[in-house]
Antibody, heavy 116, light 109 residues
Framework: QVQLHQWGAGLLKPSETLSLTCAVS????????WNWVRQPPGKGLEWIGD???????NYNPSLKSRVTISMDTSKNQFSLNLSSVTAADTAVYYC??????????WGQGLLVTVSS | ESVLTQSPGTLSLSPGERATLSCRAS???????LAWYQQKPGQAPRLLIY???TRATGIPDRFSGSGFGTEFTLTISRLEPEDFAVYYC??????????FGQGTKLEIK
């Protein structure tokens, strides 16, 4: 049973960089896409981007200029960096495992608040 | 950009009733790449249906999905108390790679 556990800073000031990491346990890192999804308070889901086991990334064009997703296969971890955050980036951030088309396992979510 | 529009926004039903949730796409979606999720307050989404109609592991058979092209439906045949939640459809495609509908809230009448 794969498990995803995520962590990172929960409170940021405007213009800072959001950094989150997701650790994968109980399953293979290979053969999947590793995703980041966010959900502003009381709103719907937005896909941020993904990375596969070879390091190939895809990003949402709406965030592409500020997003970097990376991975450390030796630790079965992948990370999200989102630069120049504003209040509009306040959201619960989820990591999720997927194959093409759907996400079958999710992290517990982490609320990141951007406030001066 | 392909947009997914879910209806209704809120659906009020009683346990034991049948729920029908709609997801309409602005562009045709490959049926292999349409999924549904359930989300309860304070929890991560849970995959219910993938490939339009295939139930994910452990999902009860009262949940079913159907559709083609731009019109997709999630049906819950007989509502149980634990089914009251928010439901999202999701499509895989291009630019962006994934989009979600805005959600349908299924509430107890």
């Amino acid at each position: 049973q794969v498990q995803l556990h995520q962590w990172g800073a929960g409170l940021l000031k405007p213009s800072e960089t959001l950094s989150l990491t997701c650790a994968v346990s109980g399953g293979s890192f290979s053969g999947y896409y590793w995703n980041w999804v966010r959900q502003p308070p009381g709103k719907g889901l937005e896909w941020i981007g993904d990375i596969n086991h070879t390091g190939y990334t895809n990003y949402n064009p709406s965030l592409k200029s500020r997003v970097t997703i990376s991975m450390d296969t030796s630790k079965n971890q992948f990370s999200l960096n989102l630069s120049s955050v504003t209040a509009a980036d306040t959201a619960v951030y989820y990591c999720a495992r997927g194959q093409i088309g759907d996400f079958d396992s999710w992290g517990q979510g982490l609320l990141v608040t951007v406030s001066s | 950009e392909s947009v997914l529009t879910q209806s209704p926004g809120t659906l009020s039903l009683s346990p034991g009733e049948r729920a029908t949730l709609s997801c309409r796409a602005s562009e045709s979606v490959n049926s292999a790449y349409l999924a549904w999720y359930q989300q309860k307050p304070g929890q991560a989404p849970r995959l219910l249906i993938y490939g339009t109609s295939t139930r994910a592991t452990g999902i009860p058979d009262r949940f079913s999905g159907s559709g083609f092209g731009t019109e997709f439906t999630l049906t819950i045949s007989r509502l149980e108390p634990e089914d009251f939640a928010v439901y999202y459809c999701q499509r895989y495609g291009s630019s962006p790679r994934y989009t979600f509908g805005q959600g349908t809230k299924l509430e107890i009448k």
